[in-house]
């Protein structure tokens, strides 16, 4: 996983809570790192999960709510890091249906060892995006909190219905977006 993951990471930790706290949660951690990132490294994701396991033992919020709010926060960075990832999207499912072929094109530009998930979407009759996403590092988590800060990035009426699933390639997770009076929101955990 990229170290600007991690980095903003840190930095989200220190704004929402403290650098004491951010501290203490490396040190419970312990990562094989040794917790030293850099935004243009590589790292093991398990790293993240761990710190994020802490995090929660640490403040009492629970992993899923850091987990959500960490990906909404993380898509917001992006939107400021990489504006041109939003030139000529006018909305969430036009969005998520540019990833894999146009976000993630440049990403592989921009960092040619990165690990990237595969994201297939589908726009079906009902107004709905069926979105699949796959990855060995199973951050399904991560995938949901990102896809919420782009419903509040356009402040659109979606809610988002998730499932884990299995298939012989290995796991996967699938995500309906779907438009609602009120937004609804759910983690896995």
């Not at 009492?60 to 960490?70: Q, R, Y």
């Not at 072929?101 to 690990?115: M, Q």
């Amino acid at each position: 996983m990229k170290g600007i993951i991690f980095t903003e990471f840190f930095e989200r930790v220190e704004n929402v809570f403290s650098i004491d706290v951010a501290e203490q949660m490396l040190e419970l951690a312990n990562p094989a790192s040794g917790g030293i990132y850099t935004s243009v490294g590589n790292y093991d994701h398990r790293e993240l999960l761990l710190l994020v396991e802490q995090l929660s033992l640490i403040t009492g919020v629970p992993e899923c709510d850091l987990t959500m709010s960490f990906g909404e926060h993380l898509f917001f960075r992006f939107t400021q890091m990489y504006p041109g990832m939003l030139t000529g999207k006018t909305s969430v499912f036009a969005f998520i249906e540019s990833v894999e072929e146009v976000i993630h094109v440049h990403v592989r530009k921009l960092y040619p060892d990165a690990e990237l998930p595969t994201i297939g979407t589908q726009r079906l009759d009902d107004g709905s995006l069926h979105v699949t996403y796959r990855s060995p590092r199973e951050l399904g988590d991560i995938a949901h909190s990102m896809m919420s800060g782009c419903i509040k990035h356009f402040d659109e009426a979606l809610a988002i219905e998730r499932m884990d699933l299995q298939d012989e390639s290995g796991p996967f997770v699938h995500f309906r977006i779907y438009p609602v009076d009120v937004r609804v929101e759910a983690c896995s955990k």
